[in-house]
């Protein structure tokens, strides 16, 4: 099975820009999650989407949103952004499964803001 | 709020010492318990859960309710055991990270 892929996996903007990331999910896998992960601050949880449904969020401002496609896909979307969100944003898909609370990560998007 | 606090940035062991990774869980209900690594280039992965109380890679790690602990233990560390560790959380459907531990074996 292929990973989880995520593109681009890199990003360069400039303050006051929006931006979209894409996540693609394993296979059969229908819980996408999302996280910010910076030196300091470690991996911090941004949302999960379930069938389409955001069914968890994190503790982000309103300029992060997401959403979740039938096909399980996933976009994240950040808007007016702030020097602050440099960071690299990780996706995660759960399996449907016992082990549903195992997150299998993708390699990222490494997002510049200037 | 739940959360999940790693003390150590950094920890640097010989090869062969014991290594002891800390982590520590705000206690709320009954949270499942995870360790995942980071190795260079690679993708953050899981190396074990508490429910398995599988040893992966020489790695285990006792669920400590008492303490609220989880700690990560290997008795003879190796180089290729140089990674980012991730000490989590998942209770009432959230996950929860610890900012992470560089652990670095030196030859």
């Known amino acids: 099975k292929a990973g989880v892929t995520q593109t681009p996996r890199y990003l360069i903007k400039t303050r006051g820009q929006q931006v979209t990331l894409s996540c693609s999910p394993i296979?059969?896998?229908?819980?996408v999650s999302w996280y910010q992960q910076t030196p300091g601050q470690g991996l911090q949880f941004l949302f999960e989407?379930?069938?389409?449904?955001?069914?968890n969020k994190g503790n982000f401002p309103g300029r992060f949103s997401g959403r979740q496609f039938s096909n399980s896909r996933s976009e994240m979307n950040v808007s007016t952004l702030e020097l602050g969100d440099s960071a690299l944003y990780l996706c995660a898909s759960s399996p449907p499964t016992s082990f549903q609370n195992i997150q299998y990560f993708g390699a990222g998007t490494r997002l510049s803001v200037l | 709020a739940q959360r999940v606090t790693q003390p150590e940035k950094l920890l640097s062991v010989f090869k062969g010492a014991p290594v002891e990774l800390k982590c520590n869980y705000s206690?709320?209900?009954?949270?499942?318990l995870f360790w995942y690594v980071q190795y260079s280039r690679q993708r953050l992965q899981l190396l074990l859960r508490?429910?398995s109380r599988e040893s992966i890679k020489g790695f285990t790690a006792d669920l400590n309710k008492g303490e609220t602990s989880f700690h990560l233990k290997k008795p003879f560390a190796q180089e290729e055991d140089s990674a980012m560790y991730y000490c989590a959380s998942y209770n009432f459907n959230k996950f929860y990270f610890g900012s992470g531990t560089k652990l670095n074996v030196k030859p």
């Open positions: 989407y379930f069938s389409e449904t955001q069914r």
């Open positions: 206690y709320s209900g009954s949270p499942e």
């Open positions: 296979s059969g896998h229908r819980s």
């Open positions: 508490h429910i």
